[in-house]
């Protein structure tokens, strides 16, 4: 059984950083890319990120690129989202997803964790 | 950039009624999308990819039919754990990768 387990959200002043996690079991993780999405209160959902499944190539939507960082380390089968220079308009659940495939110029995804809320606010 | 539509955004229905909605890309995306159905405090779940085929446990009353700019997903028979939010996703399109902005299917 696939599982996605996020963590690391919270609440966290502008300009602060943050670093998300996504536990992942139940697949070969170096075999797909993984993504996280959020979603602000109330609103639809945007793709923020990508990683291969070797970790060779990352993508990143161009609300995000400079400030946001995916990685992922294959001992673990976790990926992480490390976010600096966070702005109020980054308050959102983040959910961790698993690609059908390894990136194939944007995938679809098959399965999301829970979701982690981070907040941005003074 | 391949921009995603949605119709309607709110679609009111009765349980047992058939529901249908819509969704639009921009310029052609070949049978290279996927719906998703979120409920209140959930992640979105996976129902549809390649247009028309269905994701594994998802119930055959959820089909889809489309290529090109048009597509459509039919609930058959409204059951009451589908009203939810039902999302639209273009892939193999990067960049970027966008969702469409949704279709909420509440009680009428």
């Known amino acids: 059984e696939v599982q996605l387990l996020e963590s690391g959200g919270g609440l966290v002043q502008p300009g602060g950083s943050l670093r998300l996690s996504c536990a992942a079991s139940?697949?070969?993780?170096?075999?797909?890319?993984m993504s996280w999405v959020r979603q602000a209160p109330g609103k639809g959902l945007e793709w923020v990120s990508t990683?291969?499944?070797?970790?060779?190539?990352?993508y990143y939507a161009d609300s995000v690129k400079g400030r946001f960082t995916i990685s992922g380390d294959i001992s673990k089968s976790t990926v992480y989202l490390q976010m600096n220079s966070l702005r109020a308009e980054d308050t959102a659940v983040y959910y961790c997803?698993?690609?059908?495939?390894?990136?194939?110029?944007?995938?679809?995804?098959?399965?999301w964790g829970q979701g982690t809320l981070v907040t941005v606010s003074s | 950039e391949i921009v995603m539509t949605q119709s309607p955004a709110t679609l009111s229905v009765s349980p047992g009624e058939r529901a249908t909605l819509s969704c639009r890309a921009s310029?052609?995306?070949?049978?290279?999308l996927a719906w998703y159905q979120q409920k209140p405090g959930q992640a979105p779940r996976l129902l549809i990819y390649?247009?028309?085929t269905r994701a594994t446990g998802i119930p055959a009353r959820f089909s889809g039919s489309g290529s090109g700019t048009e597509f459509t997903l039919t609930i058959s028979s409204l059951q009451s754990e589908d009203f939810a939010v039902y999302y639209c996703?273009?892939?193999?399109?990067?960049?970027?990768?966008?969702f469409g902005p949704g279709t909420k299917v509440d009680f009428k």
């Open positions: 310029q052609s995306i070949s049978s290279n």
């Open positions: 139940g697949f070969s993780f170096s075999y797909y890319a």
């Open positions: 990683i291969t499944g070797s970790g060779g190539s990352t």
């Open positions: 996703q273009p892939y193999n399109n990067w960049p970027p990768l966008t």
């Open positions: 997803a698993k690609d059908r495939y390894n990136w194939n110029d944007g995938d679809y995804f098959d399965y």
């Open positions: 390649g247009a028309s």
